[in-house]
């Protein structure tokens, strides 16, 4: 399994439009894509930092989620609202425990 990790800082007072956002079509758009396994939002409401942890079977799927427009029409329903304080950080990683 490997694992998408985007951490960004949100504007202040914009974590709970960040929530919304996320629960309301995040996470539909993604349980539509292929070799998709879970996702997690985590925020720090004193910080503004968000986590994002997207899960997906293989490194494969993965990369097509990001090479498919998917990753980047996520971002800009954050970005085109102006939720984002800055860029959003990506980084990848191989799932190698989970319980």
């Not at 998408?4 to 995040?26: H, K, W």
């Not at 029409?73 to 959003?88: D, E, L, M, Y």
Request: proline share 3%; hydrophobic share 40%.
């Amino acid at each position: 399994m490997h694992a998408r990790v985007v951490t960004v800082q949100l504007q202040s007072g914009m974590t709970d439009r960040a929530i919304a956002i996320f629960r309301e079509s995040v996470v539909p758009a993604a349980q539509g894509q292929h070799g998709f396994k879970g996702i997690q939002l985590l925020t720090d409401r004193n910080t503004g930092k968000a986590l994002v942890i997207s899960l997906w079977e293989t490194d494969a799927d993965l990369t097509a989620s990001e090479t498919s427009g998917y990753y980047q029409t996520q971002v800009i329903k954050f970005a085109g609202v102006g939720i984002f304080a800055g860029p959003p950080v990506r980084e990848t990683y191989e799932v190698n425990v989970q319980v």
